[in-house]
């Protein structure tokens, strides 16, 4: 079995890299990845080594690029977590997510078509649905819910989860689709708000929390989400679409004062900000079908997620500090400064 995963540079796809060489450790992984900003060569060094680990850097919108690979590679499956994926920048710059997270699912697409690819998974993300408001505790995004996206990050899921229904549709691919909720835990960029606020925690900078923090998240250890995604790869319905998610609803506001606590720091560090540009307020993943069909749920709860994520951060200063040193912070200026 050889599996081409996509986007296994960054903060997910190296997680899932990292759980399927334990899981499955007589599969032959390839990894593709452009190593943007967000990805990091230095997450993979564990497997580098590993004859049966193999990197390449390479875009996966470069259709002439991804023919040559795959012709070379034959893999049997495609999982693709290459993405933009950070909201605040598609906000600043929408055409790279277009580029990559549409133009490029259509490019991997047509090629797994064109090697037949035995299964394509496609990693997708709640944000499709939308956003749930505060006063309906009772609602949650199920499969069926349609989409109804509010940036251009979530918006350039949506089009290529479409890309991806059009495919098995019309041409037969064996195609499955994963929304998983928002994840926590090693390998994290800073940008993202759970490193983010562990990093200025450590550094005793203000935190900037946008709006009142009341936005809620669905929570879910990064390690249940590859775990999920294993799943749906061996047990899932071709052609279907799988919500992955753990009843974990936290406001961001809590989050941040949790950190601050098992850090023992002072509130006082929290700094609001004016709120994101079309913020969705709630995000709440019903997971029943991935549980009732494949027998999936979370095995870590976040009272013990959290503080082994922070553990891992303080252990491990020197990845997140390379990356808050260098170019990150002109962004982190752009965004944070005057707000
Ligand atoms: P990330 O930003 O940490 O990593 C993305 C990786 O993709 C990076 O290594 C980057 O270099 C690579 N990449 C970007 N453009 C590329 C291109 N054109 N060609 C090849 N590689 C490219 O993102 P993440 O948080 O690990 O998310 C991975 C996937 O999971 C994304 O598809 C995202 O939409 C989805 N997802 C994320 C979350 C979350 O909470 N982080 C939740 C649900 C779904």
Redesign the pocket.
């Known amino acids: 079995m050889k599996m081409l995963i ?8 190296s997680n899932f890299i990292f759980y399927m060489r334990k899981a499955h450790p007589d599969y032959d992984l390839v990894c ?5 900003y ?3 060569l230095e997450t993979l060094a564990s497997v580098m080594d590993d004859p049966k680990f193999h990197f390449i850097r ?4 470069d259709r002439s690029e991804m023919d040559r690979i795959f012709a070379e590679e034959k893999p049997d499956v495609v999982v ?7 909201v605040d920048r598609s906000i600043e710059n929408p055409a790279v997510f277009l ?2 997270n549409v133009m ?1 699912t259509q490019v991997l697409l047509d090629v797994s078509r064109k090697y037949g690819v035995a299964r394509y998974h496609q ?4 944000e499709v649905y939308g956003d749930l408001p505060l006063d309906r505790p009772d609602l949650f995004f199920t499969e069926e819910t349609p989409l109804h996206t509010s940036s251009p990050y979530s918006a350039s ?1 949506a089009s290529a989860d479409l890309l991806c229904n059009a495919y098995h549709r019309t041409y037969g691919m064996p195609i499955t689709i994963s929304r ?4 926590y835990g090693p390998y ?2 800073p940008e ?1 708000l759970i490193p983010l606020m562990i990093a200025n925690t450590l550094a005793d900078k203000p935190l900037p929390v946008y709006g009142e923090g009341l936005n809620v998240r669905d929570w879910l250890y990064v390690e249940d989400h590859c775990a999920a995604i294993d799943l749906i790869l061996e047990k899932g319905r071709v052609g279907q679409v799988y919500n992955i998610g753990g009843h974990n609803e936290m406001r961001n506001i809590d989050i941040v004062k949790i950190i601050l606590k098992a850090l023992d720091k002072p509130e006082s560090l929290i700094t609001y900000v004016t709120d994101r540009k079309g913020h969705d307020m709630r995000y709440a993943i019903d997971p029943a079908k991935i549980h009732r069909e494949l027998g999936w749920l979370p095995a870590t709860k976040f009272a013990d997620g959290i503080p082994k994520t922070i553990r891992w951060y303080l252990d491990n200063r020197s990845w997140w500090e390379n990356i808050i040193n260098g170019e990150y912070q002109n962004y982190y200026e752009r965004m944070y400064a005057n707000r």
């Open positions: 996509t986007g296994g540079a960054g903060f997910i796809g593709i990845d452009k190593l943007t967000a990805g990091n390479a875009d996966i919108a693709n977590f290459a993405a933009e994926s950070h580029e990559t490029g990693v997708s993300t709640d899921k998983c909720s928002n994840n994290q960029f993202k």
